[in-house]
């Protein structure tokens, strides 16, 4: 894999898409699914994933894409991540977190925390409130720039924010030490 040549690692943090708002019947808030307009945001992301990155834009240009994928196993997040996913040339690995159901900010940076030195780049798909407050919290001070986006564009369903942190072990992130790559909201074309 090549390096990342301004180093450091990078967290692809990615809301599920928009859900219908009742679970199947006899189901849980865990078993809600993608809602029309969200298979269509994810899949629409999921094409600018397909295209090797060109769909992004200039500001993700030699970012390292992820190479692992943490994902909560509720079915809306497992259903966006398979959408945004589905044509990805590269082998991505994937790894159900249970955690990230019910997990707060921390515990999503404590797992993150876990991921082996050689991965440069990892994405988690997560839930709100949480995918939310990170998208902010992550962000260090002397990113006025990037601070300012993420106030303007908030964290909508099917959201994709890149962080990169100017550490060489996953260990070491932190909150308020990233600088923000880009904030993507939909809809995504």
């Not at 859900?19 to 849980?28: K, L, R």
């Not at 564009?153 to 790559?181: H, I, M, N, Q």
Request: net charge negative; aromatic share 6%; with cysteine.
């Amino acid at each position: 894999m090549p390096q990342d040549p301004n180093g450091g690692r990078v967290l692809w943090l990615l809301r599920h898409a928009k859900t219908v708002t009742d679970p199947p019947p006899g189901g849980s808030d865990f078993d809600r699914v993608l809602a029309p307009r969200g298979r269509r945001d994810a899949t629409a992301l999921g094409g600018l994933f397909a295209r090797h990155g060109e769909g992004f834009g200039s500001e993700l240009r030699g970012v390292p894409r992820p190479a692992v994928v943490l994902i909560s196993p509720a079915a809306r997040t497992a259903a966006t991540a398979e959408l945004v996913l589905a044509d990805v040339a590269e082998p991505l690995q994937r790894r159900l977190e249970h955690v990230l159901y019910h997990a707060g900010p921390d515990d999503v940076l404590d797992l993150v925390r876990t991921l082996s030195d050689d991965v440069e780049a990892a994405m988690v798909v997560g839930h709100n409130p949480t995918a939310q407050v990170l998208s902010q919290e992550l962000i260090a001070s002397p990113d006025e720039a990037g601070r300012a986006e993420a106030g303007r564009k908030g964290f909508p369903t099917c959201a994709l924010g890149v962080y990169r942190f100017p550490v060489d072990r996953w260990a070491d992130v932190e909150p308020s030490a990233a600088t923000l790559v880009t904030l993507m909201v939909p809809p995504y074309s």
